[in-house]
């Protein structure tokens, strides 16, 4: 247990949409099986201040990579980055970083930069309708 004062979060959005596909069960304490979906914008909107920081990667749905997802560009996915950020509250204290772990590329030398661009361009976008 950390102390909610001196700790703080930094949540990987599309990670934790991951998991959500992922874990849907849970051993209890008392070594029952139960069913607990993990709900990402849940967890943060209940210890709120915690979460200050967000990688915000996006995913096309794929249930047959085992994930769950695949990794895209942000804002070109199927993760629905409005009604996450809607959820969570305290608009102007959360802070997302466009983050692309898949970006760079041995065959295409400008990967990268077209997907910072492809993201830094959503998350304006997002941000704008979010005002």
Request: hydrophobic share 35%; charged share 25%.
């Given at each position: 247990v950390t102390d909610p004062k001196a700790v703080w979060l930094e949540m990987d959005i599309f990670w934790a949409h991951v998991a959500q596909y992922k874990f849907h069960t849970y051993t209890a304490h008392d070594g029952t099986q139960r069913e607990n979906v993990f709900d990402p914008a849940a967890l943060v909107a209940?210890?709120?201040k915690r979460y200050?920081?967000?990688h915000a990667k996006d995913g096309t749905v794929n249930t047959s990579n085992?994930?769950?997802y695949d990794m895209v560009p942000f804002g070109t996915g199927?993760?629905?980055y409005r009604t996450f950020f809607t959820r969570v509250g305290h608009r102007t204290y959360h802070n997302p970083m466009v983050e692309q772990d898949n970006a760079p590329s041995s065959t295409d030398a400008?990967?990268?930069l077209r997907f910072a661009k492809t993201g830094y361009d959503n998350m304006a976008a997002l941000r704008?309708?979010?005002r």
């Amino acid at each position: 247990v950390t102390d909610p004062k001196a700790v703080w979060l930094e949540m990987d959005i599309f990670w934790a949409h991951v998991a959500q596909y992922k874990f849907h069960t849970y051993t209890a304490h008392d070594g029952t099986q139960r069913e607990n979906v993990f709900d990402p914008a849940a967890l943060v909107a209940r210890h709120n201040k915690r979460y200050p920081l967000f990688h915000a990667k996006d995913g096309t749905v794929n249930t047959s990579n085992g994930m769950g997802y695949d990794m895209v560009p942000f804002g070109t996915g199927d993760i629905d980055y409005r009604t996450f950020f809607t959820r969570v509250g305290h608009r102007t204290y959360h802070n997302p970083m466009v983050e692309q772990d898949n970006a760079p590329s041995s065959t295409d030398a400008g990967q990268s930069l077209r997907f910072a661009k492809t993201g830094y361009d959503n998350m304006a976008a997002l941000r704008k309708r979010r005002r």
